[in-house]
């Protein structure tokens, strides 16, 4: 995936690295394209021909998303737009800062209801804290708190929270990175298999036994 936004201060990873990378082994990696929402001046963005471009050249979905901006800031909702007409699913990344959003995830919800053709793949502390909706202060804990990220076991889902019912309705998908749920969602994605309330299930089995 790429990595393009500011807010990722460790190191930039580009699209066009991204496609080099995924030339050189291309029976194990697909490449994930990326834009900074801000690019340039944000009353002329138009991210439909940067993003076609990078289709051609064989990205197949968009990501990760880590822009610090609110999740249903105008500039993404063009890139939701645009990715919505060529089939690209949008990974995104969701805490505090980056794609931020209320509890309950109202904007998220907005987003899925206007982007009906888009399909989503959610990441991070503040997507995950709303798989539960008595899970959120428990995993902002361990936000916070680098200790309790090693409890075991980790805490069992007792009551769903809005991301269960956005799942079943609309074309978004939970995501674990650096495991072998991700590969499997993007796996999903990219098969074209549709995603509906059973598979939502199985995929909050796997956060269930998740070690952080």
């Not at 201060?9 to 291309?26: H, I, K, N, S």
């Not at 060529?86 to 800062?97: E, I, K």
């Not at 999903?188 to 952080?212: E, H, M, P, V």
Request: charged share 15%.
């Amino acid at each position: 995936m790429a990595v393009e936004n500011p807010e990722e201060l460790d190191y930039y990873f580009t699209t066009w690295q991204v496609l080099e990378a995924c030339q050189r082994f291309p029976d194990r990696l697909i490449p994930f394209c990326a834009v900074d929402p801000r690019h340039r001046y944000p009353e002329s963005f138009n991210p439909f021909p940067i993003l076609e471009e990078y289709v051609n050249l064989g990205c197949r979905g968009f990501g990760e998303l880590l822009a610090g901006v609110p999740i249903d800031h105008p500039c993404l909702q063009k890139i939701y737009a645009a990715c919505g007409e060529l089939g690209l699913p949008v990974l995104f990344h969701a805490d505090h800062l980056i794609c931020s959003d209320e509890a309950g995830a109202p904007r998220l919800e907005k987003i899925l209801q206007t982007f009906p053709k888009t399909n989503f793949i959610g990441h991070a502390t503040r997507f995950w804290a709303e798989i539960s909706s008595r899970l959120i202060l428990t995993l902002f804990a361990w936000h916070n708190i680098p200790q309790a990220r090693f409890c075991q076991p980790a805490p069992p889902i007792v009551c769903w929270g809005n991301i269960q019912t956005c799942m079943a309705t609309f074309r978004l998908v939970l995501a674990i990175l650096l495991s072998l749920a991700t590969r499997l969602l993007v796996w999903i994605f990219l098969s074209g298999i549709k995603i509906n309330s059973c598979s939502a299930r199985i995929c909050f089995t796997q956060t269930n036994n998740y070690r952080w």
